[in-house]
Every structure is written in structure tokens, then in C-alpha cells.
């Protein structure tokens, strides 16, 4: 799946053929407030809510740095991107020339974490600050690459925190008359990076399928009834830890034995990625008792060395 610039009467010609766009951007502000709401909402009776506190709080001061210190503008490098890799994954995250300021927004992130952290954090925050340009870029390039084992998971979730809020400006200054082309979907067509989750939207993209990044946040169309890994039709199977009406359940594949959570807005609107996919956990648990493995990615469940 790529991306292009197309001209505005191209634009409008879709418009008015109501058809609904392959590619949607975030609204990053809107994005981690409504991420942190939805986390501290789901922690409240929740066995894990410990730790969705914790990923709230990281949420936030996601969102006070987008407010308060954005990065500098790349709209010229990176609408070269797009003409450069003719729309083939222009911010692709394995091979980008990322600038300092990932490295910045890390440090003001730990900064701003150490009124929260208690002595177990603490440790953790105290030897990314502690560690060399070198090897936070090793350990980036690590994750981006997705050698999550290489990375323990308590500075993953930090180094990721970091990375995400630079990719999603970066993808917030890609021309606005870009729109995706069909082709494989697994990944990202902005980053190339593996999806958190697929959401079934409602409202006027309803019963549309968008998968969701777990990097730049952008979301994908991708057909339903097809398995988002390997493309496959015919051995898909949903399941639930509740019902066959819950918000949350989880499609398997029997071709590529992966499985991809699926969040339907029209159970409950406030489904959110992140959110929803950390707060059942125990839904991941019984796929992994089915010899299924996960296809997607949560920025804040890193299994790292």
C-alpha cells in the first residue's frame, strides 16, 4: 500500500463520489486526551489498572509536549518523501533519517515522568538519562526495526512514548492532499509500522474497517472478512471474553495463525486502540493458549529482553 499527492480536483471528484477515504490522519491533541480518558475510565475495575494509570499519565505528557513544544517544521523534507519514495511509505520508520529531537522529547518525557515514578520507574528513567546518544539511536532503531527482545520492556515504553510523538508531527505535516492506494495493508502506508488494532468505525465511516498505528497514528482501510496479516478469507474466527456482542474481541487466522484485535464503535463509541487492547490482556492470553500469535503491536506492552 502506498500514498500520493493528488491534485484538488481529484479531491473533490472522490468527495462527491462519497467514497470513503483510504487514509486517516489523527487529531493528535484529540488523540491523547481522549487516549487518557479512556485508560483511566477502563483501569477503575480493572486487574491491570495499576499499570493504566501509569500508561495514562505517560499519555498526558504526550499531549502537554505536542501543546507546549512541537517540533520543527519538515513539511519541505518530508512532501520530498512522498515525491522520492513515489508514495511507498514516505516516513517509513526503518529507514528515515530521524532527527535530535526524538532524543529531546525522550528527556523532556522522563523529566516530566518523575513526580509519578515511584522505585521501581525511578531506576529506569535515571539510566535513560544516564545513557549515550549512541545507544538510545541502537535501541531506537531496535524497536523501529521491531528487535523488540533487544530492548527491555521498561525503556521501551519510554523510548516508543518518544518516538511516537515525533512520528505523529511528522506525519501531521504531510500534505493534506495525500490519500493511500490500494495494495498490501498489513502495515502502515505513512510509517510502515504494525498496527495496534483494527476498528469497525461508525457514524459516517460506518462498518468500515481502519487498522490503527501504534506509531505515527494514522488509520488504514482494509476490507473486513480478510485477514489483516496475510490477506487470507477463509479461515478467520472472532472471539470474545464476554459475548459475541462485546466491543473488544479478537480475529484469528487459521492460514497465518496470528490473531488482531477488532474494536466495534457501534457496541461502544468509546472503544479506543491503545486503551481497549491493554485493558483485555486476558483475551490476549487465551489466544496465546490457542498456539496464536499477535500480529499487532501496543505501545505499551513491549516484550523486551
Not at 476498528?199 to 481502519?210: D, N, P, S, T, W
Request: net charge negative; aromatic share 10%.
Amino acid at each position: 500500500m502506498s500514498i500520493k499527492i493528488v491534485q484538488q480536483d481529484e479531491i473533490q471528484q472522490v468527495a462527491s463520489s462519497f467514497q470513503q477515504p483510504e487514509l486517516l490522519f489523527a487529531n493528535p491533541k484529540n488523540l491523547y486526551s481522549r487516549r487518557a480518558k479512556r485508560l483511566r475510565e477502563l483501569a477503575k475495575e480493572n486487574p491491570f489498572g495499576d499499570y493504566m494509570e501509569f500508561s495514562a499519565n505517560l499519555v498526558d505528557i504526550q499531549l502537554e509536549l505536542l501543546t507546549n513544544r512541537p517540533i520543527a517544521n519538515y513539511s519541505e523534507k518530508v512532501t520530498a518523501c512522498v515525491e522520492l519514495t513515489q508514495g511507498d511509505k514516505p516516513l517509513n520508520s526503518k529507514n528515515f533519517q530521524r532527527s535530535d529531537e526524538w532524543r529531546e522529547l525522550l528527556f523532556a518525557i522522563i523529566e516530566k515522568f518523575k513526580p509519578y515514578a515511584n522505585d521501581t520507574i525511578l531506576p529506569t528513567l535515571e539510566w535513560l538519562e544516564k545513557t549515550s546518544a549512541s545507544e538510545l539511536e541502537t535501541l531506537a532503531d531496535n524497536l523501529l526495526n521491531e528487535h523488540h527482545e533487544l530492548v527491555a520492556a521498561d525503556k521501551a515504553v519510554f523510548i516508543w512514548a518518544a518516538l511516537s510523538l515525533y512520528w505523529v508531527q511528522l506525519a501531521q505535516q504531510l500534505p493534506r492532499n495525500t490519500r493511500a492506494e490500494v495494495g498490501h495493508k498489513h502495515f502502515c502506508p505513512v510509517c510502515n509500522s504494525a498496527p495496534v488494532t483494527s476498528v469497525i468505525h461508525f457514524g459516517e465511516a460506518q462498518g468500515l474497517r481502519y487498522l490503527h498505528c501504534s506509531l505515527c497514528e494514522s488509520e488504514w482501510h482494509v476490507v473486513r472478512a480478510k485477514c489483516t496479516n496475510c490477506d487470507e478469507t477463509g479461515k478467520l474466527d472472532y472471539w470474545s471474553l464476554d459475548s459475541m456482542e462485546a466491543a473488544v474481541k479478537a480475529e484469528s487466522c487459521g492460514d497465518c495463525h496470528s490473531y488482531l484485535k477488532v474494536l466495534y464503535q457501534d457496541k461502544d463509541f468509546n472503544v479506543e486502540p491503545v486503551a481497549d487492547d491493554l485493558a483485555s490482556l486476558f483475551l490476549d492470553s487465551e489466544m496465546e493458549q490457542k498456539g496464536l500469535s499477535r500480529s499487532g503491536v501496543n505501545p505499551f506492552l513491549f516484550q523486551g529482553e
